[in-house]
């Protein structure tokens, strides 16, 4: 899922929204790319919370491990069912849910046809942004996290040891994946045009922006009438992870 997502579904586990869980529903995207596979960058959110406890307590510290947890595939958080698997599909729900855009997905982001299926799925994704995005200013906090420059300095730090990463370089992916991302007013053109930078990044390919950001919307379409369902059977699932680990009662 995108980033306002991820926000949004921390505040609907916890009931409330701090930077620091507002950051760590983000940070398995932002260190993905810099650890060996996505176990590291999406699976340690429980070992995470586990070193945290361990290392200091801080409350700060602990959010955003309750935040990672929120978002990764081990134990199952929003990108499990998102991508991986819900319920007796194939895939997860955006995969599902963009099988019928693949050919126009291939179309407008230029794409091979082998990369269509996982690249269309990142179009259901931004269609759910935009839809979520109207709900609360969701792209404030994640832009007052990134600001947080106490916050970023503590955080690199122990997970620069958690990753053996160098903090340095650790706060600067932060930072930088700050600007790869849609924080501000959400539209179709903005998520298609961000979109457009990480495509180009990823694989020097640029897209069509106006046909994407006419497929995002689409999107919306799309998943309209199960998308709350959705949300509710997650969050029952990941909730009960969370109480399994003692981060809720």
Same mark, same amino acid.
């Given at each position: 899922?995108?980033?306002?997502?991820?926000?949004?579904?921390?505040?609907?586990?916890?009931?409330?929204?701090?930077?620091?869980?507002?950051?760590?529903?983000?940070?398995?995207?932002?260190?993905?790319?810099?650890?060996?596979?996505?176990?590291?960058?999406?699976?340690?959110?429980?070992?995470?919370?586990?070193?945290?406890?361990?290392?200091?307590?801080?409350?700060?510290?602990?959010?955003?491990?309750?935040?990672?947890?929120?978002?990764?595939?081990?134990?199952?958080?929003?990108?499990?069912?998102?991508?991986?698997?819900?319920?007796?599909?194939?895939?997860?729900?955006?995969?599902?849910?963009?099988?019928?855009?693949?050919?126009?997905?291939?179309?407008?982001?230029?794409?091979?046809?082998?990369?269509?299926?996982?690249?269309?799925?990142?179009?259901?994704?931004?269609?759910?942004? %935009?839809?979520?995005?109207?709900?609360?200013?969701?792209?404030? !906090?994640?832009? /007052?996290?990134?600001?947080?420059? *106490?916050? @970023? &300095?503590?955080?690199?730090?122990?997970?620069?040891?958690?990753?053996?990463?160098?903090?340095?370089?650790?706060?600067?992916?932060?930072?930088?994946?700050?600007?790869?991302?849609?924080?501000?007013?959400?539209?179709?053109?903005?998520?298609?045009?961000?979109?457009?930078?990480?495509?180009?990044?990823?694989?020097? %390919?640029?897209?069509?922006?106006?046909?994407?950001?006419?497929? !995002?919307?689409? /999107?919306?379409?799309?998943?309209? *009438?199960? @998308? &709350?369902?959705?949300?509710?059977?997650?969050?029952?699932?990941?909730?009960?992870?969370?109480?399994?680990?003692?981060?809720?009662?």
């Amino acid at each position: 899922m995108y980033p306002q997502t991820h926000v949004y579904f921390a505040e609907k586990v916890f009931g409330r929204l701090t930077e620091p869980l507002a950051l760590g529903s983000v940070f398995p995207d932002i260190i993905q790319g810099i650890v060996p596979n996505r176990q590291k960058s999406h699976g340690c959110g429980a070992e995470i919370l586990t070193y945290m406890r361990e290392q200091d307590n801080n409350k700060d510290l602990l959010d955003f491990a309750r935040g990672i947890i929120t978002h990764g595939i081990k134990p199952a958080g929003l990108d499990y069912y998102g991508d991986e698997k819900f319920l007796s599909y194939e895939r997860g729900y955006c995969f599902e849910k963009g099988r019928v855009l693949i050919d126009e997905t291939i179309k407008a982001c230029r794409l091979p046809p082998a990369m269509g299926w996982w690249k269309t799925h990142n179009i259901i994704e931004m269609g759910i942004e %935009l839809r979520l995005s109207e709900l609360n200013n969701y792209g404030q !906090i994640l832009s /007052a996290s990134f600001a947080n420059i *106490d916050l @970023l &300095a503590r955080l690199s730090q122990y997970l620069g040891y958690f990753y053996a990463i160098e903090p340095a370089l650790l706060r600067q992916r932060i930072l930088r994946f700050a600007g790869f991302i849609e924080i501000s007013r959400v539209t179709a053109t903005s998520l298609a045009n961000r979109y457009d930078l990480q495509m180009f990044a990823k694989h020097h %390919l640029h897209i069509d922006i106006p046909h994407v950001a006419e497929l !995002i919307k689409q /999107a919306i379409t799309i998943v309209n *009438d199960d @998308l &709350a369902e959705f949300f509710t059977y997650v969050l029952d699932k990941v909730k009960h992870n969370l109480i399994t680990l003692r981060v809720i009662d």
